[in-house]
């Protein structure tokens, strides 16, 4: 499945090619989740204070679906 991911405060150094804001595509499993994220884009967990799905704060245990806008 899919998910697009905005990356603000900073988190976009952490990814190479990401820009303040801009979305990126990235291909997941089903049952993926924020820390899951966290780990697959290599941004320290300390780094990342809130996740938004859809626009609403969510844990980071969170689990995913096909086409979120994170």
């Known amino acids: 499945m899919q998910i697009e991911v905005r990356l ?3 988190l976009e150094s952490c990814v190479p ?4 804001g801009q979305p990126i ?6 049952n993926f989740n ?3 994220l966290l780990e697959k884009l290599n941004i320290p967990e300390k780094m990342a204070y809130s996740l938004f ?3 609403i704060n969510q844990s980071f245990e969170a689990f995913f679906s ?3 806008r994170l």
């Open 8 to 10: 603000f405060s900073g």
């Open 17 to 20: 090619g990401a820009k303040f």
């Open 25 to 30: 595509k990235i291909e997941v499993t089903e």
């Open 34 to 36: 924020g820390r899951m």
């Open 53 to 55: 799905v859809n626009g």
């Open 66 to 68: 096909d086409g979120d």
